[in-house]
């Protein structure tokens, strides 16, 4: 079975526009490097590149590794909202250029999911091409009740430790339960194409602390919205859950 096969059955109907199926991805941090100018991305002859990372401590090397980093700092964002900022980057680019979005998991992430996946007897050459950005799951599934929903949902982690610790929540029958991965752009589409919304991103250990923090700073309760670094990055043209068995 092919990676990019895994766990996929007959989809005959949406289920979920495509940007709603982006909204699930609000609680997931990611970090860009964004320049004195407010500009996020790296401009090239032929080519821009927004380059985004899973944790503040990739982000931080790659601005550190970076020419003429005077000035540059590294921000921040909801994963949706960069989402956004690729597809308004898309269109306002000149035609004879290209965009390429790169988004760089954490090592101990994409480690366990080359793990998981050659366990599976999928081979390294198909793993590196088709797996960008591991998220990762049970089988059978853990379902998890969102704040603010009755209706339980199948639970998918882009923290393989968040994963583990999910499995000790549930009841012993689940304990037994096999580690699973799949790509985060064909879980997109997955939920887009499925005949129900039954799906649910758990929040990255990340954005939890930016959270936590905003909190902190703040009289009244955070409802996650963007930092001011956040809203500083300029476009090209502007320069707990429940647990539930």
Do not use: C
Not at 177 to 185: A, R
Not at 217 to 240: F, H, I, K, L
């Amino acid at each position: 079975m092919g990676l990019l096969m895994l766990g996929l059955g007959a989809m005959p109907a949406l289920a979920i526009p495509e940007a709603e199926a982006i909204r699930k991805l609000e609680a997931v941090a990611v970090y860009v490097v964004v320049d004195p100018e407010g500009r996020f991305y790296q401009e090239s002859p032929g080519q821009l590149v927004l380059s985004m990372f899973m944790t503040s401590e990739q982000a931080q090397q790659a601005l550190e590794g970076s020419p003429g980093a005077e000035g540059s700092r590294v921000v921040p964002m909801s994963l949706d909202i960069a989402f956004e900022r690729n597809k308004n980057l898309r269109q306002a680019i000149p035609v004879h250029k290209s965009l390429i979005m790169q988004l760089e998991p954490a090592q101990e992430d994409w480690e366990k999911a080359k793990e998981i996946l050659l366990a599976e007897g999928i081979d390294q050459g198909e793993i590196d091409r088709n797996l960008k950005v591991p998220v990762f799951f049970t089988n059978p599934y853990i379902t998890i009740t969102p704040p603010g929903t009755e209706e339980a949902k199948v639970a998918f982690f882009f923290n393989y430790s968040q994963l583990q610790q999910a499995k000790q929540a549930v009841p012993d029958s689940n304990l037994d339960s096999e580690d699973k991965v799949m790509d985060l752009f064909f879980l997109i589409d997955r939920m887009i194409q499925d005949e129900e919304d039954k799906y649910f991103l758990y929040p990255t250990e990340d954005w939890i602390k930016i959270i936590q923090a905003q909190q902190e700073q703040q009289s009244s309760p955070s409802q996650a919205q963007p930092s001011q670094d956040q809203q500083d990055v300029q476009e090209p043209d502007q320069q707990e859950a429940q647990q539930t068995p």
